[in-house]
């Protein structure tokens, strides 16, 4: 699958160290990894915000979404709008299959989608601390 934003692996891991990114970051968004449950740094963030890619910057989900899922990840029961994420089916866990979530202009892994969130969606975005920012709300 091509994307509008295209780096070879040493760009990736060079961006990323620049941007000061956790160390996991690439292997969760290049390498489809995932970060052990309750060890994110934006799974307790209560503050007000956007989160974006880490990749690539795109704003993907707002703090006003964002609620306790129990699960141990970031959860939100919808990304800004419908085409700020993209999904695809994954048939890696022995789980049996799940929708992976990944960022439409660069490809990152985010996490995964799950049809038992709260309403209005009934939906959980389960996403990896480590391909997120977080850009705090303005005070001005």
Known sequence: ??????????EWKALLANKGAE?????VTRK???????TGRYESNKAEGIYLCVCCDRPLFDSATKY???????SFFQPLSPDTVATQEDRSAWLGVRTEVHCPDCGAHLGHVFPDGPAPTG????MNS???????????
């Open 68 to 74: 306790e899922s129990g699960s141990g990840w970031p």
């Open 1 to 10: 699958m091509s994307y509008k934003i295209e780096k070879t692996e040493s």
């Open 123 to 126: 939906l959980r975005y389960c």
């Open 23 to 27: 160390p996991l970051a690439y292997h």
């Open 32 to 38: 489809e990894g995932t970060e052990r449950a309750f």
């Open 130 to 140: 480590a391909s997120l920012l977080f850009k705090p709300q303005s005070t001005d």
